[in-house]
């Protein structure tokens, strides 16, 4: 879950830093251009890869994987055990199974 909150939390600033960018309010960084032309690109910025789980797809299915992931572990954390763990929402599905075991 702390990976997951790292993620969401450099997804949360860098978006409100660009905005800011956008808007004239800062200076547009090498690496806010790059997270712009990724976003235009339906590509997931490379700085929020570096915090990411690893994936090859393109920005809106990857969006929407994250928020599975996010809400699958949110029900979790909220119910419970849930009755049936999907092994591919984890940040690192090995040590998943490494603890189970």
């Known amino acids: 879950m702390s990976r997951f909150n790292k993620l969401l939390n450099k997804m949360e600033r860098s978006i409100e830093d660009l905005v800011k960018a956008i808007q004239g309010f800062i200076v547009m960084s090498e690496e806010l251009d790059s997270m712009y032309m990724a976003i235009q690109n339906n590509m997931v910025p490379n700085n929020w890869k570096s915090v990411s789980y690893?994936?090859?797809?393109?920005?809106?299915?990857?969006?929407?994987?994250?928020?599975?992931?996010?809400?699958?572990?949110?029900?979790?954390?909220?119910?419970?055990?849930p009755s049936l763990f999907t092994i591919s929402y984890f940040f690192f599905p090995q040590g998943f199974m490494t603890g189970t075991l």
């Open 54 to 81: 690893l994936s090859l797809k393109p920005l809106g299915t990857w969006y929407k994987d994250l928020k599975d992931r996010v809400d699958f572990m949110r029900d979790w954390l909220e119910n419970g055990h």
